[in-house]
């Protein structure tokens, strides 16, 4: 009876927090491209009214006009398990937002069922918005917004300051030096009370996840993978207070797990960690290739009375610019080098060039993509409202860069 009360305080709370709005999964092919439809808005699970979806394209348009930088917004009730960041980057890469030549452009993802907004930025973006600006904006001008529900204004407060940042570069000083007035310190006490609701749920899931894969069967080093899911920088900015003893105790756990006695599972004898100067003989070249580039760690573990009796784990780091290749399937394929070749104009499409090299097994390719040709944005007289983005991306690349915030 405890523990059915308890599951239901739970789902009861979880479906307070998220609302009753559900939608479907997406994954990067999935993602509705709003240019098909003149747009610069993929709201496909209708979280947006009409209005609002006006108003972003009116703002994104005329920064495109006057900057050339192009925007998107796209807002999905899910991503399944996928990291926010990473899909960002994926998406952003799949629909080449900003011009080709200057790989301007600004991607807004939010994700619903994980309260996760990403600002992801091009190489040219990213000098004027880098990562601590994306932060600030979306802690200042979409969080407090996000929190009520109002998730329209708060993109349309966004895209708007981004949109002055941009058309200025001066501006961004003053969203490092901004001061809050006393009406802006009452609207953060009331965020302040949203995020500790938020927070006492989460933390109370963070635990009984944590106890779940403790108790589970899994071996250590399975443990290890689910318990790293659960220690997650943004949460640590977001909620020191007490995340800092679940980021602690994790922390500590997952050492333990990593670095705890291990027995071979041929013989049952006791396995030696091989120091990490002296473990390369044991591991193949893409395998220290990935160590070398920061993509991943590998433990080694020996049995010295048998030299067949090895244990290798591998211990994966967020690394976004490497990829896995096509030819040794290692985490060590990256694009070394992008050529526009033909530019797009407004009548006709452009080219690139391409170049993907693999640090592991010298594989080496180049390939053409078309770049679609460059789109006028367009504007509806009298009213005021937006026909929409324009019919094309202009073949942009991500940087990288950008920051995400939790709501």
């Known amino acids: 009876m405890r523990h059915s009360f308890l599951l239901f305080a739970l789902l009861f709370s979880t479906s307070l927090l998220f609302g009753q709005k559900t939608g479907k999964s997406y994954t990067v092919n ?21 209005s609002d979806e006006a ?3 009116q703002l994104i348009n005329a920064m495109e006009d006057s900057t050339t930088a192009q925007a998107a917004v796209v807002v999905l009730y899910s991503i399944g398990e996928e990291n926010p960041k990473e899909f960002a980057t994926k998406l952003f890469q799949k629909w080449g937002i900003g ?3 200057k790989d301007n452009g600004l991607l807004i993802l939010t994700v619903m069922d994980q309260r996760r907004t990403e600002f992801e930025t091009g190489l040219g973006t990213e000098s004027v918005l880098p990562d601590a600006i994306c ?25 708007n300051k981004f949109k002055y940042i941009l058309e200025n570069p001066d501006n961004v000083s003053e969203i490092e030096d901004q001061t ?4 802006d310190k009452g609207g ?43 220690r997650m920088w943004g949460f640590l900015i977001l909620f020191p207070i007490p995340y800092i003893f679940v980021w602690w105790f994790v922390g500590r756990k997952m050492k333990e797990l990593r670095y705890g006695k291990r027995f071979s599972k041929k013989t049952g004898a006791e396995l030696r960690l091989i120091p990490d100067n002296e473990e390369d003989p044991y591991l193949q070249k893409g395998q220290i290739t990935e160590e070398e580039i920061g993509v991943a760690d590998y433990d080694v573990w020996a049995n010295d009375n048998d030299a067949d009796d090895i244990l ?22 990256y694009n070394s080098h992008t050529q526009t070749i033909v530019s797009p104009t407004y009548s006709s499409s452009g080219t690139k060039e391409v170049t993907n090299d693999c640090k592991s097994c010298n594989y080496h390719d180049v390939k053409r993509v078309t770049i679609p040709m460059l789109t006028r944005s367009s504007s509806s007289g009298g009213g005021g409202g937006s026909s929409g983005g324009g019919g094309s991306w202009g073949g942009g690349s991500s940087g990288g860069g950008g920051a995400g915030v939790s709501w």
């Open 30 to 50: 999935t993602v509705p491209d709003p240019k098909n439809k003149n747009s610069s808005v993929s709201d496909p699970d209708d979280y947006l009214s009409a």
């Open 55 to 57: 108003v972003l394209n």
């Open 99 to 101: 011009m080709a030549e």
């Open 135 to 159: 932060y600030r904006v979306g802690m200042q001008e979409l969080v407090p917004h996000f929190q009520k529900g109002d998730y329209g204004v708060g993109l349309i407060a966004a895209v």
């Open 180 to 183: 809050y007035s006393s009406n």
């Open 188 to 230: 953060w006490l009331q965020v302040l009370f949203g995020h500790s609701i938020f927070n006492a749920i989460f933390h109370l899931l963070s635990l009984m996840f944590v106890y779940k894969s403790l108790s589970s069967k899994e071996d250590a080093y399975d443990k290890y993978n689910s318990l790293r899911k659960s």
């Open 312 to 333: 290798i784990l591998r211990y994966s780091k967020s690394n976004l610019q490497y990829r896995r290749c096509p030819k040794c399937s290692y985490i060590t394929y």
